[in-house]
């Protein structure tokens, strides 16, 4: 810990019991900002910390994920996966970022880092505010939500009407209930891998069977893994992961068999998580947006329960802008086939 002056400090958490004492002083926090997550979701290679400024009651907390550049003797600074960004217990009016935002930069180049990139959270009040003068925020794209105060049969008017008549269809084949067991965590991931295989997904789709074990037994929230099963036949059609974090749900993950695709499951699902998250009082309930960030057939699937869109946003931070060009030139000066960096794409050198 660092003391600023008898008013201010910060600190930087590497522990568990570190990071859950933050952690519990900010109730508004998403599952994707705790210890557990982190711990499950990193390569044995990076690091996990936790940055924290306290001034008084007031309390900034930013996960943030170290990770080598190679053999350069320099790192970068990456999110875990999901909706990252800083977290708070509630902002004072008149609130000055500099304290925090100048121990953040000092701190990155301590380490050695030479850029800094998060996902944000749409949800989390602010996060634009914690980070101003900090690189830059940018919108990405949109996901779509539902609000979980509006009274049940009005979030669902907002259903598209064939949505309606699909989950209404699928009720009377299938039936929902929680995974109560190891094995049938692990008949989903077989499923989800199976998903995952059939629509061409890139490599950092496919986490290792532990993750997901590890996900269902952390205390850090509550991830429920619901399965649909074949009335007729008993087999399990498909499952979707939905995680629970104050008062935040986020549809997670999901998978469904091949030859239950032409009535598909996971439609019921999100459909049942959304009635249980609004009884047991939730505000929030996330379906995400497409893949990579695209307004593909993945983002039309979930505006059919909703056209609550939020605009999701990256902060993408240069600290050392020397080294970063020559990394950049060093990955693409030499193309053979006159590729060049994507502008999009960040941090370029990647």
């Given amino acids: 810990m660092r003391i600023v002056n008898l008013k201010e400090k910060v600190s930087v958490a590497t522990k568990k019991w570190e990071w859950d004492m933050i952690l519990d002083k900010i109730p508004n926090h998403d599952f994707y900002h705790t210890f557990d997550?982190?711990?499950?979701?990193?390569?044995?290679?990076?690091?996990?910390?936790?940055i924290t400024y306290q001034k008084g009651n007031e309390i900034i907390a930013m996960p943030l994920?170290?990770?080598?550049?190679?053999?350069?003797?320099?790192?970068?600074?990456?999110?875990?996966?999901?909706?990252?960004g800083p977290i708070h217990n509630g902002l004072k009016e008149g609130f000055c970022n500099q304290t925090f935002i100048t121990y953040v930069h000092?701190?990155?180049?301590?380490?050695?880092?030479?850029?800094?990139?998060?996902?944000?959270?749409?949800?989390?009040?602010?996060?634009?505010?914690?980070?101003?003068?900090?690189?830059?925020?940018?919108?990405?794209?949109k996901v779509v939500s539902i609000d979980l105060?509006?009274?049940?049969?009005?979030?669902s008017r907002h259903y598209n009407p064939r949505l309606k008549t699909y989950i209404n269809k699928c009720r009377k084949h299938y039936t929902v209930r929680e995974a109560k067991t190891e094995n049938e965590i692990k008949k989903f991931v077989s499923i989800y891998y199976e998903n995952m295989l059939r629509v061409n997904a890139k490599d950092r789709y496919f986490f290792p069977?532990?993750?997901?074990?590890?996900?269902?037994?952390?205390?850090d929230f509550k991830a429920r893994f619901l399965l649909a099963f074949d009335m007729e036949n008993k087999e399990l059609a498909g499952g979707a992961v939905f995680v629970e974090a104050n008062h935040i749900v986020q549809y997670h993950l999901?998978?469904?068999?091949?030859?239950?695709?032409?009535?598909?499951?996971?439609?019921?699902?999100?459909?049942?998580?959304?009635?249980?998250?609004?009884?047991?009082?939730?505000s929030h309930f996330n379906?995400?947006?497409?893949?990579?960030?695209?307004?593909?057939?993945l983002l039309r699937f979930k505006t059919g329960f909703s056209k609550n869109l939020k605009t999701f946003q990256v902060w993408e931070y240069i600290v050392n802008p020397t080294i970063y060009n020559q990394l950049v030139k060093?990955?693409?000066?030499?193309s053979k086939n006159g590729e060049t960096p994507s502008k999009h794409f960040f941090p370029q050198y990647r």
């Fill in 287 to 297: 379906l995400g947006g497409g893949v990579g960030n695209n307004a593909d057939s």
């Fill in 149 to 155: 105060c509006d009274d049940i049969h009005i979030q």
């Fill in 330 to 334: 060093e990955k693409w000066g030499n």
């Fill in 106 to 141: 000092d701190y990155l180049k301590e380490m050695k880092v030479i850029s800094a990139f998060s996902r944000l959270n749409p949800f989390i009040e602010k996060q634009n505010l914690v980070l101003d003068g900090l690189g830059n925020v940018k919108d990405l794209s």
């Fill in 37 to 50: 997550y982190h711990a499950i979701s990193v390569q044995q290679s990076e690091k996990p910390v936790l």
């Fill in 209 to 219: 069977g532990n993750y997901f074990l590890n996900l269902w037994k952390s205390n």
């Fill in 65 to 84: 994920v170290i990770r080598n550049i190679g053999n350069t003797g320099h790192n970068d600074i990456t999110s875990a996966y999901g909706y990252c």
């Fill in 254 to 282: 999901s998978g469904a068999r091949k030859e239950y695709l032409k009535l598909n499951p996971i439609k019921l699902l999100i459909d049942e998580m959304r009635i249980e998250a609004t009884k047991k009082g939730f």
